[in-house]
């Protein structure tokens, strides 16, 4: 009990101090970047997904032509 208080203090300590920061122009420029940098990182996570998800569906493909192949 005593770990999740100090969590939960932690955590609303954070979102104090967050919201003060954003309140100046420097601290609205760090977070701007902050989350400039977290699109950038999610971005390329879906591009990869995607390569990947296309590689795997173009291997699936031949190998479903390849057991028809098989079958005939």
Do not use: C, T
């Not at 979102?15 to 699109?39: C, D, L, M, T, W």
């Not at 971005?43 to 098989?70: C, P």
């Amino acid at each position: 009990m005593r770990k999740l208080f100090w969590l939960v203090s932690g955590v609303v300590a954070g979102f104090v101090i967050a919201h003060y920061v954003n309140k100046s122009p420097e601290g609205r420029r760090f977070f701007e970047e902050i989350e400039q940098g977290r699109r950038e990182f999610a971005d390329a996570v879906n591009r990869g997904y995607q390569s990947r998800e296309a590689e795997l569906g173009s291997a699936l493909d031949d190998v479903e032509n390849r057991i028809k192949n098989l079958n005939n």
